[in-house]
């Protein structure tokens, strides 16, 4: 069960970084994450550190981005951790999603 869990996860995080790069110019997210609710001034509006974390910016494409950014394999200390510090259980690779040379699908 977790690992059918785990796989639609990624298929909805894999469908939802493709629908932000089609809206987007085929640019993918920032693999930015941070635990620390700091806040930084950027494109004329102040926005928290959570807010621009990857995760959080393919919110408005997944289904409830909480059940979607903890993996179910985690054990229930981790999973609690993650829930309470904004994080994810996933990464992107940096390499290819913050490189110019990468950050375009095309």
Known sequence: ANRAKCASNLRQIGQALLTYAAEHDSRLPVTSHNTGDSRFFINGQWISTIEASWIYVLAPYLDNVDEV???PADEKDRRDKILKLNATSYILN?????????????
Do not use: C, T
């Open 69 to 71: 950014r903890v993996s």
């Open 94 to 106: 940096d390499i290819v999603f913050d490189d110019e040379a990468y950050g375009s699908l095309l």
